[in-house]
């Protein structure tokens, strides 16, 4: 009985390069959260996605960052050009559905920046 | 908009002492209300919640909190701590207007027990 599961768990990335971090939900959710932990900082909301579908991205930064959760699949949190201000915890967070207030988070992956 | 002030960002504390972490909110609606721990290098468990109903909610490993409307505040307390709680403590507040919970947390507490 797996639990929100993310990969990879630490990525390091050069400046400039790309960086795809995966989020499989809990076994029957379907809805996904993405927050950032920034050091010395509680987390932030990133993003709301139901399968195909994003809900809520006020949390998004303009550019480079972008997010997907397919009809099959994991979601994906894709970051272009990182920049060493990208470096954090990211973590991912499933619920049941809609009115389900519950949210279950993944170990997290620890971008850092070079 | 919503926002969670967690007044104390380190709580030291003597092993079988008890001990509160605070939590203010501000929102201009109903909220829910969350606690959750993060042990070194995990990510987030659910210690307790606040949907409705009683505003004394007993969570996991003995923590138990109080919704406190009047004050807007939901502190987290344990009678009797162990080593084991060591970690940081989030709390956080859902407004959940739109059916759904994008959570707001503070920045965290950070429970230090010695023996």
């Known amino acids: 009985n797996a639990g929100v599961m993310q990969n990879p768990r630490h990525l390091v990335r050069r400046r400039g390069q790309e960086a795809r971090l995966r989020c499989s939900p809990m076994k029957g959710h379907s809805h996904v959260y993405w927050y950032r932990q920034l050091p010395e900082e509680g987390l932030k909301f990133m993003v709301y996605?139901?399968?195909?579908?994003?809900?809520?991205e006020s949390g998004m930064p303009k550019e480079r960052f972008s997010a997907e959760f397919p009809k099959e699949g994991p979601s994906i949190l894709r970051i272009q050009q990182v920049v060493r201000g990208d470096s954090a915890a990211y973590f991912c967070?499933?619920?049941?559905?809609?009115?389900?207030?519950?949210?279950?988070f993944g170990p997290g992956t620890r971008l850092t920046v070079t | 908009a919503q926002s969670v002030t967690q007044l104390d960002s380190q709580v030291p504390v003597f092993e079988e002492a008890p001990v509160e972490l605070r939590c203010n909110y501000s929102?201009?609606?109903?909220?829910?209300l969350f606690w959750y721990v993060q042990y070194p290098n995990q990510g987030l468990q659910l210690l307790l919640k606040?949907?409705?109903?009683?505003?004394l909610v007993k969570g996991i490993n003995g923590f138990e909190a109080e919704f406190n409307k009047s004050q807007t505040s939901f502190h987290l307390r344990k009678p009797s701590v162990h080593i084991s709680d060591t970690a940081e403590y989030f709390c956080?507040?859902?407004?959940?207007?739109?059916?759904?919970?994008?959570?707001?947390f503070g920045k965290g507490t950070m429970l230090l027990v010695s023996p």
């Open positions: 929102s201009s609606v109903s909220v829910y």
């Open positions: 956080a507040v859902s407004e959940g207007a739109s059916g759904y919970s994008t959570l707001t």
């Open positions: 967070a499933s619920s049941l559905g809609q009115g389900d207030y519950e949210q279950y």
């Open positions: 606040y949907l409705s109903g009683s505003t």
């Open positions: 996605l139901q399968k195909e579908n994003i809900i809520d």
